[in-house]
């Protein structure tokens, strides 16, 4: 007598939890990782050997290329998932650059860092708009004074245009399905993803603030910022509301600048 596998069904209501299909994100591709930090590299001037500040690591693939460029990286993230995941993928890949399992709100160095970066939509997934206030003045606080932030975002209208209800990427029977949706009131989108197995169900919740290029700018302002470079993406193309995403490249003010 045969007895049929019982599936097991499981529901995160935090997307950066064990099993999240962040670690295997299909966008996520070694040569985007490589274009981003050719952006930073370009953009910042930093040398290899400078201490960068990686806010929101997650899984560390922005950290990693970045020790295997030379420089002296820590990478900050709240979920302890995404620190073991990171430490594991830099053992495997042979660097050593540090993790620390922290909220960059109270992110805290006795050294200051050359530059930071803060990309793939880590601004905004805090819960609240002050949540960001405090973390982008956290880490202006930990930048040296000329210091480079480095922020992609989702560009709001354009999102707002272009949202795609739905996604699905896998197999016949091991799939993962995303269901997005736009709350334009509060400038929210909260993407719902599914990863379906013979073996179990398994949903994870994603909820993100979208922002403009003006309210954008107007929060680096306030933490002490000034922009001095706004992309359409990472290949510098002008930003348009054809852009689907804001890359922003700041520097921490000088008292005198404030």
């Known amino acids: 007598m045969h007895h049929q596998k019982k599936r097991v069904s499981i529901t995160n209501p935090n997307f950066f939890t064990a099993g999240s299909p962040y670690l295997d994100h299909p966008l996520l591709t070694p040569e985007r990782t490589?274009?981003?930090?050719?952006?930073?590299?370009?953009?910042?001037?930093?040398?290899?050997?400078?201490?960068?500040?990686?806010?929101?690591?997650g899984p560390g693939r922005h950290s990693i290329e970045l020790a295997q460029r030379g420089y002296n990286v820590l990478g900050i993230d709240s979920a302890a998932a995404m620190i073991t995941a990171a430490r594991s993928r830099a053992s495997e890949a042979e660097v050593s650059p540090k993790f620390q399992q922290v909220a960059?709100?109270?992110?805290?160095?006795?050294?200051?860092?050359?530059?930071?970066?803060?990309?793939?939509?880590?601004?905004?997934?805090?819960?609240?708009?002050?949540?960001?206030?405090?973390?982008?003045?956290?880490?202006?606080n930990n930048l040296k004074t000329g210091g480079f932030l480095v922020v992609e975002v989702p560009?709001?209208?354009?999102?707002?245009?272009?949202?795609?209800?739905?996604?699905?990427?896998?197999?016949?029977?091991?799939?993962?399905d995303i269901v997005r949706q736009?709350?334009?009131?509060?400038?929210?989108?909260?993407e719902v993803f599914t990863l379906v197995s013979p073996e179990e169900t398994r949903q994870y919740?994603?909820?993100?603030?979208?922002y403009s290029p003006v309210e954008l700018n107007a929060l680096l302002d306030g933490a002490?910022?000034?922009?001095?470079?706004?992309?359409?993406?990472?290949?510098k193309v002008p930003l348009s509301p054809e852009s689907p995403v804001i890359v922003t490249v700041a520097q921490?003010?000088?008292?005198?600048d404030r």
């Open 252 to 256: 921490r003010k000088g008292r005198a």
């Open 224 to 235: 002490g910022f000034k922009v001095v470079s706004i992309y359409g993406g990472y290949d």
């Open 205 to 210: 919740v994603l909820r993100y603030r979208l």
């Open 155 to 176: 560009q709001r209208d354009w999102v707002a245009e272009n949202l795609k209800p739905a996604d699905r990427f896998g197999e016949v029977d091991r799939y993962t």
């Open 182 to 190: 736009l709350n334009a009131e509060e400038n929210t989108v909260t």
């Open 34 to 57: 490589a274009q981003e930090i050719d952006f930073v590299f370009s953009e910042t001037g930093v040398p290899p050997g400078g201490r960068i500040l990686d806010v929101g690591c």
């Open 104 to 140: 960059g709100e109270d992110f805290a160095s006795n050294q200051p860092f050359d530059a930071a970066i803060c990309l793939f939509t880590t601004l905004g997934q805090l819960g609240n708009d002050n949540e960001d206030r405090k973390l982008v003045a956290r880490v202006a």
